[in-house]
């Protein structure tokens, strides 16, 4: 006879194990994460310097999943794209448009909510690390090593006006999200 314990236990979903891939870039993310904390722990205010480390931190991330992560997928399925790629293109091209103004708390409370979603589908189970894992099989460390050894990316001033906040919601609509950002 079995128990109650032994039964649902049966029936419980698999342990998600992230492979080194998965581990890098989603410890990254925490990383950044609390950066961004630490740059808006001022409420109403932002700490520029901690705002200036997230701010080249998070671009180098994405220049990392553009220039590395991606071409990696794709090669590994001989040529052809990972389904998600276009939605992450689109992502990190609104996360970029958003880091291009000084930041504001309605700013950051944009970025906040477009890198919810984004890093949900990088790094849920069967999520984008998890694709990349899998794809690099043995060669997941080679590849690894490739994200640890890019560069950092050239982070220029923040600009502002008019057309940088009309740039910057056409790029939010493109990937798909309609927030206010309070200008």
């Known amino acids: 006879m079995t128990t109650r314990f032994e039964a649902a236990s ?28 630490r740059a808006v722990a001022p409420p109403g205010a932002i700490d520029r310097p901690a705002y200036a480390e997230f701010r080249a931190g998070l671009l180098k991330h994405i220049a990392m999943e553009e220039k590395v992560l991606l071409p990696a997928a794709q090669r590994a399925r001989g040529g052809e794209p990972l389904p998600i790629a276009a939605k992450l293109r689109l992502d990190h091209g609104a996360i970029a448009a958003l880091l291009v103004p000084t930041p504001t708390p309605a700013i950051v409370a944009a970025l906040r909510k477009v890198l919810a979603a984004h890093n949900a589908v990088e790094e849920g189970p069967g999520g984008l690390y998890d694709v990349c894992d899998r794809l690099a099989g043995s060669g997941s460390e080679a590849l690894l090593a490739h994200l640890r050894a890019a560069p950092d990316v050239r982070v220029a001033p923040h600009c502002d006006g008019p057309k940088i906040m009309a740039a910057t919601r056409r790029a939010l609509a493109r990937a798909g999200f309609d927030l206010q950002m309070g200008e």
């Open 10 to 37: 049966e029936h419980a979903a698999p342990v998600f194990s992230p492979g080194p891939i998965h581990s890098f870039l989603a410890g990254d993310h925490t990383r950044l994460d609390a950066l961004l904390r």
